[in-house]
């Protein structure tokens, strides 16, 4: 697929007490199970973290954010300018149970939209999307003016909002389970008891 995920990994998991991204559902690691997911659609996987020595193991391309300390969006600028490709699949690295091929099909929806965003239960799926390269100069507008909200950056593109409705015609897949992301202990404790079942 002409398209590249990139795996955002520079949150500070306060919530959680310790890297989402690094937490063990059965032998994997979060991030570990995303790439392994990922990797079967997209050419190109990027992780976007300040600590590349926590995920040499990976062995995927990597990437420090250029802003340090400006939130998400600054992870979403080192991403898409990183990227050989015009279409990119943004996803934030606490959500293990991400599906490849539902993200390989909102890829191919996108169109001449600048951004395609899931809307799950009302809620904007922002960490979960897929995004122009040619927003990048929008992105450092936002970043360099202080409005770091990725809301503030939607406002001003051209974004097709798809709800659980429009997806569900896609696949069969648990939808509510597959945009599930970790923040807290509870949540991880959750995510450990559904990969057992599974």
Same mark, same amino acid.
């Given at each position: ?20 991204? &690094?937490?063990? *559902?059965? =032998? @994997?690691?979060?991030?570990e199970r995303m790439v392994d997911t990922l990797k079967v659609y997209f050419d190109d996987i ?8 926590? !995920? #040499?193991? *990976? ?7 250029? !802003? ?16 050989? !490709?015009?279409?990119? +699949? ?11 091929? &539902? ?5 191919? @929806?996108?169109?001449? !939209? ?16 897929? +995004? #122009? ?10 970043? =360099?003016?202080?409005? &770091? ?6 406002d001003h593109l051209n974004v097709l909002y798809l709800s659980e409705k429009d997806l569900q ?17 509870? =949540? ?11």
């Amino acid at each position: 697929m002409k398209a590249a995920a990139i795996i955002l990994s520079g949150g500070k998991s306060s919530r959680m007490g310790t890297n989402k991204a &690094l937490l063990k *559902l059965n =032998e @994997k690691t979060t991030v570990e199970r995303m790439v392994d997911t990922l990797k079967v659609y997209f050419d190109d996987i990027i992780l976007v973290t300040n600590e590349t020595d926590a !995920y #040499q193991f *990976l062995g995927v391309k990597m990437v420090p954010d250029h !802003y340090q300390g400006m939130g998400p969006l600054a992870g979403f600028h080192a991403g898409l300018k990183a990227s050989n !490709y015009d279409v990119n +699949f943004i996803v934030a690295c606490d959500m293990p149970f991400v599906s490849g091929e &539902l993200a390989a099909t909102l890829v191919e @929806k996108i169109e001449h !939209y600048d951004a395609l965003i899931p809307v799950i239960n009302g809620k904007k799926q922002t960490l979960c999307g897929v +995004f #122009q390269k040619k927003i990048v100069t929008k992105i450092e507008e936002c970043i =360099e003016n202080g409005r &770091l909200p990725i809301k503030h950056l939607l406002d001003h593109l051209n974004v097709l909002y798809l709800s659980e409705k429009d997806l569900q015609v896609y696949s069969n897949i648990d939808i509510e389970r597959v945009f599930f992301n970790m923040n807290h202990p509870h =949540e991880y404790e959750d995510a450990k008891k559904w990969v057992k079942a599974d």
